[in-house]
């Protein structure tokens, strides 16, 4: 079993702060893939690292593979009301057969006006 | 809309009942997965399909079973069901390809009483 822990497990801020969420595991993947679920929906892709080391920065989110593509991060600058929601990290294994994802633990941000 | 489709939204039964919740995959993608989240908490992955055959079982109950079908839209079943199995219920399909996303339904949301 491939697990992936992710910290903190709840997060509550005022908007307009900065907040890192992590992402860690003892396996190597394929590529990472983070995703933000909002209440009563299903989860929905923000991104998809793959390199070691990479960096990719969707507006005011910018996210990080590790080197050693076992870990990962999220960092979103000045944080809006619209960014509340639940957070989860999945380490992708490819296959012929279809891909296998491991998700995180999840991080639940709330965002005070 | 992700393209998936999950029926019925919502269900309300009794414990010791038995339910079918069907999962119709976006176009195209031989991949379905079930996951089951309870209530704040993460992903719980079930069970994969990858075009009719069964590709990888997670933590997925002896009560629960699962198909595709040759049209690839898939069913979970779910019997003897206790109060402890009231979550919500998402499918999500992909495409064999590792930097692939899991596009997810909007969940069946499942009540034992």
């Known amino acids: 079993t491939q697990l992936l822990e992710q910290s903190p497990q709840f997060l509550s801020i005022q908007e307009g702060e900065n907040l890192t969420v992590y992402c860690n595991s003892s396996?190597?993947?394929?590529?990472l893939q983070w995703y933000r679920q909002e209440p009563g929906e299903g989860p929905v892709l923000l991104v998809t690292?793959?390199?070691?080391?990479e960096v990719k920065k969707l507006k005011r989110l910018t996210f990080q593979f590790g080197d050693a593509r076992k870990d990962s991060s999220l960092h979103i600058t000045a944080a809006q009301t619209g960014d509340t929601g639940l957070y989860l990290c999945a380490g992708v294994d490819g296959g012929s057969a279809g891909n296998q994802f491991y998700f995180g633990t999840g991080t639940s941000l709330t965002v005070i006006p | 809309d992700s393209g998936v489709t999950q029926t019925p939204k919502h269900l309300i039964t009794a414990t010791g009942q038995r339910v079918t919740l069907r999962c119709s995959p976006r176009s195209g993608d031989l991949s379905v997965y079930w996951y089951q989240q309870s209530l704040d908490q993460g992903l719980q992955f079930l069970i994969q399909?990858?075009?009719?055959?069964?590709?990888a079982k997670g933590n997925i109950l002896e009560r629960f079973s699962a198909q595709q079908f040759p049209d690839l839209h898939s069913e979970l079943n779910l019997s003897s069901l206790e109060l402890g199995d009231s979550a919500l219920y998402f499918c999500?399909?992909?495409?064999?390809?590792?930097?692939?996303?899991?596009?997810f339904g909007n969940g069946t949301r499942l009540t034992v009483t």
């Open positions: 399909y990858y075009n009719g055959e069964e590709r």
């Open positions: 690292v793959v390199t070691g080391g």
């Open positions: 999500a399909s992909s495409v064999a390809s590792s930097r692939s996303p899991l596009h």
């Open positions: 396996s190597v993947f394929s590529s």
